[in-house]
């Protein structure tokens, strides 16, 4: 339960298929009828909302940019540039979710990012993030609240790609 | 030795990606906060598409002198001091200041950002 608490998110992507450090990020999204929401967006029509296809989009690109920096940083959702949605997502879809590096700098990163179901273009969005490193009104240092531990753990355990696994257990990339 | 007319649309075509506005929005007089809607989160996108258009690096507060009003000394009763433009002038050179002094209020300092501004800016920065 305690887990839960601190942990609870709501993750918009199943598990990612590939992931580049600094560049690229591939995952996959399946939409099914058994999320509540759809059953009033809309009644007898489900619909994934835009705004929550953003949301998997940010939560590809921000983790893509977290996992450049080693999970280092507070990657925050600042702005979206740019939304476009060519078609609905309905259950049964699978959303293909990429996201692309435009650049990463020290104030944050700026990311492509798109939604395919099928090889047919569903939604593109360009969106940027900033490194959150304020401090909390009492002076002490502002910890790692985007990517605390229970993520970083979670993350190697269930969304991590195979390829980025196997790195990661190698002795030599320690 | 940069033409200014060239700078001026490659600003226009930043503005117009950063802050989601049309073309013919994006005039020179046109202030970036009150005529295109841009917010804090907005300079920092700007910066960065500055940078990368016309390949210079822009250090902080240089453009945009954003922290000079967080500070006690420039900024009293919600109005710039005396000493407060001084810096302003010196930092913002671009900027035209001789409305503002009339009334300088700090709600008044985002009006100054102008497209104008920021290519006068770029086309000095591309000079030297």
């Known amino acids: ?3 839960l608490e601190i942990f609870m998110r709501w993750f918009l992507i199943d598990k990612f298929i590939e992931i580049q450090k600094g560049k690229y990020a591939k ?3 399946n939409i099914t009828l058994g999320e509540d929401h759809l059953h009033d967006h809309f009644p007898t029509f489900p619909v994934m909302p835009n705004s929550l296809i953003i949301e998997s989009l940010a939560q590809t690109a921000g983790i893509l940019a977290g996992y450049s920096e080693d999970f280092e940083q507070n990657v925050i959702l600042s702005k979206i540039t740019k939304a476009v ?8 879809d699978q959303l293909l979710l990429e996201a692309r590096i435009v650049d990463l700098r020290d104030e944050g990163a700026w990311l492509d990012a798109s939604a395919t179901v099928d090889g047919e273009m569903l939604a593109e969005a360009s969106l940027m993030f900033v490194h959150w490193r304020g401090e909390l009104p009492s002076g002490r240092p502002l910890s790692n609240f985007v ?3 229970e993520f970083v753990s979670f993350f190697w355990a269930n969304l991590a790609p195979p390829s980025i696994k196997e790195k990661k257990n190698s002795p030599s990339a320690r | 030795m940069a033409d200014k007319q060239e700078v001026l649309q490659k600003v226009q075509e930043i503005l117009t990606d950063a802050l989601g506005v049309d073309e013919e929005e994006v005039a020179e007089d046109a202030s970036l906060v009150a005529d295109l809607g841009a917010e804090s ?3 920092l996108d700007i910066v960065f598409r500055l940078e990368k258009t ?3 690096k822009i250090p902080r507060g240089d453009l945009f002198p954003e922290d000079l009003l967080s500070d006690e000394q420039y900024v009293q009763e919600g109005k ?9 002038k010196e930092k913002v050179p671009y900027a035209d200041l001789n409305e503002f002094e009339k009334n300088p209020d700090v709600s008044g300092v985002a009006n100054l950002f102008t497209v104008g501004m920021i290519v006068s800016y770029v086309t000095d920065r591309l000079a030297s």
């Open chain 2, 80 to 88: 710039i001091t005396p000493e407060g433009l001084k810096v302003l």
């Open chain 1, 85 to 92: 949605f060519h078609r609905m997502a309905r259950p049964g």
């Open chain 2, 41 to 43: 989160i907005d300079f």
């Open chain 1, 27 to 29: 995952a996959i999204r």
């Open chain 1, 147 to 149: 990517f605390n531990e």
């Open chain 2, 54 to 56: 016309f390949n210079i």
């Open chain 1, 1 to 3: 339960m305690a887990f």
